[in-house]
């Protein structure tokens, strides 16, 4: 009778032991790669990391570092700027090696809402007819222009005369 006891209690310890590998070996990789995603998420409000590096685009340098504004300096940057829901931009101008007159501008926009990114990428792609299918962006000689939920990007070469 006492070994027969015995022989439950440790079948119980055993399972008890086998749950308790399966959290161990199963469940808490699952719980510490879920928390230390959250942990370590990024939190960083800068814009000039999207712009391109001078290794990411063969044949062409930088001509300053990226130039990162907001707030007051937006005004400061560019007059039709301000007042349109740009939370921060940032700016860069690049120049092939070969070709000293042709200058192209990127500029990285991170709105307030979808809603003031949007109306920027309206009044860049000018009179165009949207719908559900409608690709966000406009590609044309001189300048180009996507838009990603807040995000907007406005490429354009020097010759192109900027009324936005």
């Known amino acids: 009778m006492v070994l027969r006891e015995y022989s439950i209690q440790l079948h119980v310890i055993s399972q008890e032991l086998n749950n308790l590998k399966f959290v161990i070996y199963r469940i808490l ?16 409000d800068t814009v000039s990391d999207l712009l391109p590096r001078d290794t990411d685009i063969p044949g062409w340098n930088r001509k300053l570092p990226p130039l990162e504004v907001s707030g007051r300096g937006i005004k400061q940057y560019k007059k039709e700027y301000h007042n349109i829901g740009i939370k921060t931009l940032s700016s860069c101008s690049y120049q092939p090696f070969d070709e000293k007159d042709t200058i192209i501008t990127l500029e990285v926009f991170k709105f307030d809402s979808v809603n003031y990114s949007y109306g920027f990428f309206s009044r ?3 009179d165009r007819e949207f719908t559900i299918n409608t690709i966000n962006e406009l590609y044309n000689s001189n300048y180009a222009v996507a838009l990603r939920g807040e995000y907007a990007i406005y490429a354009f070469s020097d010759s192109h005369d900027e009324d936005v």
């Not at 995603?37 to 939190?43: E, I, V």
């Open 124 to 126: 860049v792609a000018g």
């Open 29 to 44: 990789p699952i719980i510490f790669l879920t928390v230390s995603c959250a942990l370590f998420q990024s939190n960083i």
